[in-house]
């Protein structure tokens, strides 16, 4: 029996011994409380994880535990006992050197041989995991906002606007605001001063847009220089207030280096109720299409009258494109007389389209369209084409000089130019009228090449509209044109005002100087003719002399002029 009990002691001693070792090796350390006796007991290892060498039985654990912690996980222990359950609870200590350690601990409730409820707990730190999970969240974190947000500005990015959008349009019933903003000539600025700066100003107008949002607000970059803040409900006043305080704002100068730059920018707005959310980028966008194409540094809400006016704008687009391809777009021709004989010594090519259904029109009825639809080179080398067929089709054009309008983006196409060299242009008879602003600061290396190729060609060149924008005399200087040409707003008032006369007198001063032809344009009457050529005027083309014309009509012009020459020369003949 009694070799019995020492074997079995010695056993539990052995078992006890492992478990010690395992529980060290673990790091587990192990308390004991008497429920009813209000005692607690630690091992060594519970004692070593606190940091107390001699723990002072009872009272310690509770005045370990962080400030922060201690409410909730002494309410923890409370309930465990309340409910004679199990305990399980995490919280951080703070040590005597001050160092605070996070402990998980798990207790059993049980009822001791003396009839009194205990609980037997472990103890163990857990501060790595719980660090390294803090780290794995932040990161997270980190990743998620990277995901979501625009790395330069902050704002959110195009994924979760677009999914900022798909939120609202799952509310029921729900009302909101696209303001879609482009930044205006946003390259030009990040050329002119770099692109630190260009960032900058993206940065800038970030700022201004979140300041523009309230709470319920988002703010985001689409991408490059676009923006978009969405703002839920749309009532006009709000509106206005947001489009204020975003022009408002943009006003207010920036520094950059030694200068000052004013950030300008266009807005699109349209607002829409969830079940119509589809419609809200698209029309938004179309907004912000139309305060461009008014001249940016605007905004514009989008109407339905905007969007008709847009499908009629495709459909006339549509149909330019087409005229172009049906020889609908062809030139009519305005005769420019010699100011002293009046007789006349050349012809400025127009463009007109002959519409189907609306008749002749002027290109004021589809320059810009032309323009905005990319189809300007085209009407330069049709009407181009068109003047060169005419050319070799009549003898009648033989001795005068044809004028072609050119826009200034034909001498920044190296393509344009090769073309040009493909076509059979009699040398000498042909001139391209260049609007003055092309000449405005510098040239480029690419105009100033295709200019020389230009005049190469035997072609002159004339600048037009002179006196309409601001001419450098530097620019004239270097281009050496063969003719300027006077703009109209400076002919018209010549009668009645003498300022007018003189302006009109230098700038023939300045283009005989230079060795320059000077033409006048606008010359709707006789008396203005008579002045003009008082002045010094060589050629003159308006009105007064006849409006744009057909070839047709140009060509039996010309025939009955030249016979009309040649009855004059005969009875000068005969008189003689
Ligand atoms: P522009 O080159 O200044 O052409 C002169 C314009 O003044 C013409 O208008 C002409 O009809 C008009 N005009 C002529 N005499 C008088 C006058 O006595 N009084 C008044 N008030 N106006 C007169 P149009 O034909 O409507 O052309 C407008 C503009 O369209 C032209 O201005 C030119 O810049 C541009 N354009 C015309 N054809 C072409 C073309 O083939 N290519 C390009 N790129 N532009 C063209
Ligand atoms: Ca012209
Ligand atoms: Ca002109």
């Known amino acids: 029996?009694?070799?019995?009990?020492?074997?079995?002691?010695?056993?539990?001693?052995?078992?006890?011994?492992?478990?010690?070792?395992?529980?060290?090796?673990?790091?587990?350390?192990?308390?004991?409380?008497?429920?009813?006796?209000?005692?607690?007991?630690?091992?060594e290892q519970l004692k070593a994880i606190y940091g107390v060498p001699k723990a002072p039985l009872d009272v310690i654990w509770l005045d370990s535990v962080h400030p922060d912690d201690l409410a909730p996980t002494n309410a923890v222990f409370l309930r465990a006992i309340e409910t004679k359950s199990d305990y399980a609870s995490e919280f951080r200590i703070i040590r005597p050197d001050g160092v605070v350690r996070y402990l998980r601990s798990r207790a059993r409730y049980f009822v001791d041989a003396s009839g009194d409820p205990c609980f037997v707990g472990a103890e163990w730190d857990v501060t790595d995991d719980v660090l390294l999970n803090k780290e794995l969240e932040r990161s997270r974190e980190e990743a998620r906002l990277a995901a979501d947000h625009d790395h330069l500005t902050g704002l959110l990015n195009r994924r979760s606007f677009d999914f900022a959008l798909a939120e609202f349009a799952r509310k029921e019933s729900a009302k909101v605001t696209l303001f879609h903003i482009d930044v205006d000539h946003f390259k030009e600025i990040n050329d002119r001063f770099g692109h630190a700066v260009g960032d900058f100003v993206l940065c800038h107008v970030s700022k201004i847009l979140?300041?523009?949002?309230?709470?319920?607000?988002?703010?985001?970059?689409?991408?490059?220089?676009?923006?978009?803040?969405?703002?839920?409900?749309?009532?006009?006043?709000?509106?206005?207030?947001?489009?204020?305080?975003?022009?408002?704002?943009?006003?207010?100068?920036?520094?950059?280096?030694?200068?000052?730059?004013?950030?300008?920018?266009?807005?699109?707005?349209?607002?829409?109720?969830?079940?119509?959310?589809?419609?809200?980028?698209?029309?938004?966008?179309?907004?912000?299409?139309?305060?461009?194409?008014?001249?940016?540094n605007r905004a514009?809400?989008?109407?339905?009258?905007?969007?008709?006016?847009?499908?009629?704008?495709?459909?006339?687009?549509?149909?330019?494109?087409?005229?172009?391809?049906?020889?609908q777009i062809r030139p009519f021709y305005q005769v420019q007389v010699d100011a002293r004989s009046l007789r006349i010594n050349g012809v400025e090519a127009l463009a007109r389209w002959h519409h189907p259904t609306r008749g002749i029109l002027a290109p004021s009825h589809f320059l810009s369209l032309a323009a905005s639809n990319g189809l300007v080179a085209e009407l330069d080398d049709v009407i181009l084409k068109a003047v060169l067929s005419d050319m070799e089709s009549s003898a009648a054009l033989a001795g005068i000089r044809v004028s072609v309008n050119l826009s200034a983006d034909r001498l920044d196409d190296p393509e344009w130019i090769t073309r040009l060299g493909s076509f059979d242009i009699p040398p000498g008879r042909l001139s391209f009228e260049l609007i003055e602003t092309i000449f405005l600061d510098s040239l480029s290396d690419q105009v100033r090449e295709n200019i020389?190729?230009?005049?190469?060609?035997?072609?002159?060149?004339?600048?037009?509209?002179?006196?309409?924008?601001?001419?450098?005399?530097?620019?004239?200087?270097?281009?050496?044109?063969?003719?300027?040409?006077?703009?109209?707003?400076?002919?018209?008032?010549?009668?009645?005002?003498?300022?007018?006369?003189?302006?009109?007198?230098?700038?023939?001063?300045?283009?005989r100087a230079l060795d320059m032809e000077v033409i006048a344009e606008g010359v709707e009457t006789l008396d203005h003719a008579q002045v003009l050529a008082g002045l010094g005027v060589h050629t003159l083309q308006g009105y007064a002399f006849g409006r744009p014309q057909s070839f047709a009509d140009l060509t039996a012009r010309l025939e009955q002029e030249e016979a009309s020459e040649l009855r004059r020369a005969d009875a000068g003949c005969a008189s003689q």
């Open 452 to 511: 020389q190729t230009i005049k190469s060609f035997g072609i002159d060149i004339e600048i037009d509209d002179l006196g309409s924008g601001h001419a450098s005399l530097l620019g004239l200087l270097e281009l050496r044109p063969d003719r300027v040409k006077i703009d109209r707003q400076l002919v018209m008032p010549i009668l009645q005002s003498v300022p007018s006369r003189r302006l009109v007198s230098s700038l023939v001063d300045i283009a």
């Open 300 to 327: 514009a809400v989008f109407s339905d009258e905007m969007a008709s006016a847009l499908a009629n704008e495709r459909q006339l687009a549509q149909d330019l494109r087409s005229g172009l391809a049906l020889g």
């Open 210 to 296: 979140l300041n523009a949002i309230s709470a319920g607000g988002v703010a985001a970059r689409l991408g490059g220089d676009e923006f978009a803040i969405l703002i839920p409900e749309d009532e006009g006043a709000r509106i206005d207030a947001v489009l204020d305080h975003i022009q408002e704002s943009l006003g207010n100068p920036i520094p950059v280096g030694d200068q000052t730059l004013i950030v300008r920018c266009s807005i699109g707005v349209a607002s829409a109720a969830s079940a119509d959310f589809a419609k809200l980028l698209s029309h938004s966008d179309l907004a912000l299409y139309h305060a461009k194409r008014n001249g940016r």
């Open 1 to 43: 029996m009694n070799t019995k009990r020492s074997r079995t002691n010695v056993e539990l001693e052995n078992l006890l011994r492992q478990l010690g070792l395992a529980l060290e090796a673990s790091g587990i350390g192990i308390w004991q409380h008497n429920i009813a006796k209000n005692q607690t007991r630690w091992d």
